[in-house]
């Protein structure tokens, strides 16, 4: 499943899942194959960013990277992210 994973997400996925709400279990146990793969592809056109990050990521590791081999000659990753256009303000209504 894993696997399945990196193959369509790509191999920086698994840096960028948040283990703290989406669980190892999660992915291995409770998710049918089927669920996995509609849970994969909402990822991939819902949290685009996260899509091209792990890209990104991937690209930046390298095949030696990912075999675990060294990145110490890497350049260091950075991420810019710009503040959100539109502020939204609430307004409490008298009843």
């Known amino acids: ?13 698994l840096t960028l899942i948040p283990h703290e709400e989406i669980s ?3 992915i291995e146990r409770r ?6 793969a509609v849970w994969m592809e ?18 930046w590791l390298g095949p030696e990277g990912i075999a675990g081999g060294p990145i110490s000659g890497k350049q260091t990753l950075s991420i810019e992210a710009e503040a959100p256009a539109a502020i939204y303000e609430m307004n409490e209504i008298r009843d």
């Open 42 to 59: 909402l990822v991939k056109k819902e949290r685009q960013e996260i899509y091209v990050a792990s890209k990104a990521l991937e690209g």
């Open 31 to 36: 998710l049918l194959l089927d669920q996995l």
């Open 1 to 13: 499943r894993w696997y399945s994973v990196t193959q369509t997400l790509g191999w920086g996925m």
């Open 24 to 26: 190892n279990s999660w």
